[in-house]
C-alpha cells in the first residue's frame, strides 16, 4: 500500500500543523505562530509511542520530505544540518530530532 505523501513547499513548520490535521492559528501573532510548533511537538512525541508501527513511519517520511523542502529552500549555514536529518533512516531518532529543532525549522 501506497502512502500519499503531502506536497511540501519548505517554507515553515506549519506544513507540518497541515499534513498532519494538526490546527493552526491566525500566523499575525508570533505567540500563537510559536503554539504551533508546540502542537506538533506534543504530537510527535506521541508518535513515539507507536514503534515500528505505520503511523511512526509515515511521520518520520513525512518529515523527511519537509527536511528536503527546507533544505532547498534554505540558504544559510542550517541547511547542511536539514539535509543530514533528512537522510536519517531510524524513524525514531529522526523523530526525536525533530522535536529538539522544531523551532528552527523555517526559512
Keep these: 500500500m501506497k502512502l500519499d505523501r503531502y506536497p511540501f513547499n519548505g517554507w515553515d513548520w506549519t506544513e507540518l500543523c497541515e499534513c498532519w490535521n494538526i490546527p493552526s492559528e491566525d500566523y499575525s501573532d508570533f505567540n500563537i505562530y510559536t503554539d504551533d510548533a508546540q502542537h506538533i511537538k506534543l504530537y510527535l512525541r506521541s508518535c513515539l509511542n507507536y514503534k515500528k508501527s505505520r503511523v511512526m513511519r509515515k511521520t518520520a517520511n513525512d518529515i523527511r520530505d519537509y527536511l528536503v523542502e527546507l533544505a532547498l529552500q534554505d540558504s544559510t549555514y542550517k541547511t547542511p544540518v536539514w539535509e543530514a536529518m533528512s537522510e536519517i533512516e531510524e524513524n525514531f531518532t529522526l ?5 529538539s529543532l522544531i523551532d528552527h525549522m523555517w526559512d
Design 95 to 99: 523523530i526525536q530530532l525533530t522535536i
